[in-house]
């Protein structure tokens, strides 16, 4: 949302408008489910899906940390390479390149 006026631009973070959408969300259902089911506004469908998905989702993608839980686990990953590994590879590289070079000319 921006509001643009002479001598003066006002921007609104987006992130700010889906916090805000989130409490709002959350409020909802907590309303909702303090009535008595036969005064309730929302299908029970819809109430499910706020509750079961989407306020979660809103959740982790606002909220959540975007670092790895684990930045260096050991679960048996690809090992590094040596720099020794690294010239060996780029030697055998160049050499299998030259003699594909060699055959098709």
Known sequence: ??????????????YTVLKR???ELNEVVARENKRPFEYADLTPS?????????IPSLE???????????????????PPV???EMHEIARASSK??????????
């Open 1 to 14: 949302m921006t509001s643009v006026s002479p001598g003066y631009t006002h921007r609104t973070n987006e």
């Open 46 to 54: 819809l109430l499910a899906l706020l509750e079961d998905e989407i």
């Open 96 to 105: 299998f390149m030259y003699h594909q070079s060699r055959l098709h000319s």
């Open 60 to 78: 982790n993608e606002i909220e959540g940390d975007p670092t790895p839980q684990y930045l260096y686990d050991n679960t048996g990953g690809e």
């Open 82 to 84: 040596t720099m020794a």
């Open 21 to 23: 959408i989130l409490k």
